[in-house]
């Protein structure tokens, strides 16, 4: 296929989509529309024309957040492509097309989770100040909870959920172990949630770690293993071995509550999401293949409900 073609066919396509992107209107004929996108990948690539991939990227994305499709992967490229139009010196470039997603998702936002409705769009400061309730179950086992990965990020850079976020995740305290010893213990805790009520079964898979928690809020709220070893601290996915034991304990309470923060937050922060992580980015996107080679014994083990 010549360019000329090509660059028709996808600029035709490209106005159809944005058109009712920005009216949050139906596409018509979606999957047909969906195919004949997808279908100009190769031949824009072999063009190899990068102003003409950008313009059929685009195109995709924005026809991915307009249907609900592909979440994660989408939230990805996103994260890929602002990295690129950086470097190529079009940022401002980037920032219109993020704010035009922006509006066909509103009042949802693409995150890894799927295309949800964010902690911007709710009372975010009732939901935070509900949590020791809402973690009553959990906080009955006996087990340190300790506010973890974007809950926590945002409490200590801003003082409150994050509005680009959409769930809370806490780190459980397992005590001292290895690795080795975790799923086990991983699992006989998530027996104690089970018979405690408070484990969502629903959202149970296959070889997932992450707990969720039945709750009152009407929000995902996750659970990930944390353990000590040898002086060390580890905490799935973020950190395997990577902190001092000091930098998390002694833990501090939450609001006076029995909710837990690390003794060091800046510290856990840092080594999560780097040096940088006092500037907000609604596009980070954690680095998931690296966290499975580090944390393979403890995916191996099916925690899936029987």
Not at 120 to 149: N, T
Request: with cysteine.
């Amino acid at each position: 296929m010549i360019k000329a073609e090509v660059s028709k066919q996808l600029a035709a396509l490209r106005t159809h989509i944005f058109e009712h992107a920005a009216a949050q209107t139906a596409l018509p004929r979606p999957r047909k529309t969906r195919l004949a996108v997808e279908a100009l990948e190769d031949s824009v690539r072999r063009l190899e024309n990068p102003a003409l991939f950008d313009d059929w990227e685009e195109t995709y994305v924005l026809l991915c957040c307009h249907r609900r499709l592909k979440p994660a992967r989408t939230h990805g490229r996103l994260k890929r492509m602002e990295e690129r139009y950086v470097s190529k010196g079009q940022k401002d470039r980037f920032v219109a097309f993020f704010e035009r997603v922006k509006q066909t998702l509103h009042p949802d936002f693409v995150t890894p989770h799927g295309y949800n409705k964010t902690f911007g769009e709710m009372a975010a400061d009732d939901i935070f100040s509900r949590l020791d309730d809402a973690m009553a179950p959990v906080l009955e086992l006996g087990k340190p909870v300790i506010l973890y990965a974007g809950a926590l990020l945002g409490y200590v850079r801003e003082g409150r959920l994050i509005d680009h976020d959409d769930d809370i995740d806490f780190a459980v305290h397992l005590g001292e172990t290895t690795l080795e010893e975790i799923p086990e213990k991983w699992a006989l805790y998530q027996r104690s949630l089970l018979e405690g009520g408070c484990l969502d079964t629903g959202s149970s898979t296959r070889g997932s770690p992450i707990f969720k928690v039945e709750n009152s809020l009407g929000i995902d709220i996750d659970l990930f293993p944390a353990w000590a070893e040898n002086g060390h601290y580890s905490v799935y996915p973020y950190s395997l071995n990577a902190l001092p034991e000091n930098a998390i304990f002694p833990l501090k309470s939450l609001n006076n509550g029995r909710i837990m923060l690390p003794h060091d937050a800046p510290a856990l922060l840092a080594q999560s999401y780097g040096e940088n992580w006092r500037v907000p980015d609604p596009l980070f996107h954690f680095d998931w293949p690296t966290a499975r080679r580090k944390f393979a014994p403890l995916l191996q083990r099916d925690f899936s409900v029987k």
